[in-house]
């Protein structure tokens, strides 16, 4: 099975800040990682899929990058409805795990 | 309007069994992979089962492996879940999703979740 490392699990930020959100895999799996958003006791919401493609409907202040093993999800500019869990998940092989999550909270 | 209904939670006792619905609307539900992920209280996702279009494809994760089973009715349009054997580590809020084409397609839609809780 793929690992998947996601860092930090927890971070502190205000408003405006630049946030940046690491994943990490066991092994190069190209391009086939998402992100997703999940707030208090709502389903997940897919950000980016295929790495760095923003989902419909998602502000360009959410972006991604990377490929083989190493992530990123950048957030450019804090707002206060992003305060939320992210989290990656690698869709190359099964199972589809995904990372243990990064929880972004209000300095 | 895509719609993912996840039914059929609840409380039941270790060892029991559950089946979990999940009744698809929206668009053409036997072009897609679709996905049971669930969540723990307090916890992270986990990724659970995918079958793919006609049910001739299916993996799971190997804590559930030989106790759940998850098929389909493409004429229903509806995603199932059989949990047998249950244990106190799959109380969790299960999610049903709909993937895409192809089995590495992304979670583009997701359900409210059903809340399964294993305890005597």
């Known amino acids: 099975d793929i690992q998947m490392t996601q860092s930090p699990s927890s971070l502190s930020a205000s408003v405006g800040d630049r946030v940046t959100i690491t994943c990490r895999t066991s092994?190069?799996?190209?391009?086939?990682l998402n992100w997703y958003q999940q707030k208090s006791g709502k389903a997940p919401k897919l950000l980016i899929y295929a790495a760095s493609s923003l989902q419909g409907g998602v502000p360009s202040r959410f972006s991604g990058s990377g490929s083989g093993t190493d992530f990123t999800l950048t957030i450019s500019s804090l707002q206060p409805e992003d305060f939320a869990t992210y989290y990656c998940?690698?869709?190359?092989?099964?199972?589809?795990?995904f990372g243990g999550g990064t929880k972004v909270e209000i300095k | 309007e895509v719609q993912l209904v996840e039914s059929g939670g609840g409380l039941v006792q270790p060892g029991g069994s559950l089946r979990l619905s999940c009744a698809a609307s929206?668009?053409?539900?036997?072009?897609?992979?679709m996905t049971w992920v669930r969540q723990a209280p307090g916890k992270g996702l986990e990724w659970v089962a995918n079958?793919?279009?006609?049910?001739?494809?299916?993996y799971y994760v190997d804590s559930v492996k030989g106790r759940f089973t998850i098929s389909r009715d493409n004429a229903k349009n509806s995603l199932y879940l059989q949990m047998n054997s249950l244990r106190a580590e799959d109380t969790a809020v299960y999610y049903c999703?709909?993937?895409?084409?192809?089995?590495?397609?992304?979670?583009?839609?997701w359900g409210q979740g059903t809340l399964v809780t294993v305890s005597s």
């Open positions: 998940q690698q869709t190359y092989s099964s199972p589809l795990t």
């Open positions: 999703a709909r993937g895409g084409a192809t089995p590495g397609g992304r979670l583009g839609y």
């Open positions: 079958i793919n279009q006609d049910g001739s494809e299916k």
């Open positions: 092994q190069s799996i190209s391009i086939y």
């Open positions: 929206g668009f053409t539900f036997s072009s897609y992979w």
